[in-house]
């Protein structure tokens, strides 16, 4: 007598499993994070960047946990994610490749693949840690800097100069202010600067947000310009 498919039918979740593939899934993820600071070669978005990893981790871990015992649970995550549309664009290509391989990582202890995850994932991090991912780590970067600093009428703008260079000096290795321009109300100051290395960037972002809250900031890498 053929047996009958019920498509509807689903294995209960055990909620001690899923709570260890959780626990593991966070330590990982910090793995993860430490690995993408410590030989991450992006410059700007960083500290954005790394705290999105463990929430992209723990919830594929939870999504694959709750639907792999359930066709029609799975059925039904393929139709939604379907409609689903990230309008961030990745502008590095490895922050995509650390976007999958924290999807990775969640996929296979959502499976219940742990032992297997672990080993792989840690295999992986150290294999591209070996070959020097980012070999120009402990090499100077140069850098132009580019500030633009809405101001009231009545401010200084040799003031937020003065502020401005005085931030920058405690943050890189030498800084060479190529053009600055003010108007009724906008400062532009460009800068080309010596940085030892992706930290720097952060934090000269974030000494420079606290200074001026009304301030854009902008990095290019000269290494990376295309040559014409």
């Not at 502020?163 to 400062?187: C, G, K, M």
């Amino acid at each position: 007598m053929p047996q009958e498919i019920n498509f509807f039918s689903s294995e209960p979740l055990s909620i001690t499993s899923l709570l260890l593939n959780l626990g593991i899934g966070f330590l990982l993820a910090l793995v993860l994070r430490w690995h993408f600071r410590r030989f991450g070669s992006t410059l700007s978005n960083r500290q954005e960047f790394d705290q999105v990893i463990p929430f992209i981790l723990l919830t594929t871990v939870l999504i694959i946990s709750v639907v792999k015992s359930s066709l029609a649970l799975s059925l039904g995550l393929v139709g939604a994610l379907s409609i689903v549309r990230f309008r961030t664009p990745i502008k590095e290509p490895e922050e995509l490749a650390y976007l999958f391989m924290a999807i990775a990582i969640g996929l296979g202890l959502g499976a219940a693949q742990t032992i297997a995850t672990v080993i792989a994932s840690v295999g992986i991090l150290a294999a591209m840690a070996m070959l020097g991912w980012n070999k120009q780590e402990n090499e100077n970067k140069n850098l132009y800097l580019s500030i633009h600093i809405l101001r009231h009428n009545e401010d200084n703008p040799d003031g937020h100069l003065e502020a401005v260079n005085e931030l920058i000096a405690n943050h890189v290795t030498s800084s060479d202010l190529r053009r600055f321009d003010f108007q009724e109300n906008l400062v532009e100051a460009t800068y080309c600067i010596d940085v030892d290395g992706p930290e720097t960037v952060s934090a000269l972002t974030d000494e420079l947000r606290k200074r001026f809250p009304a301030i854009g900031v902008t990095f290019l890498d000269q290494s990376r310009m295309p040559s014409v």
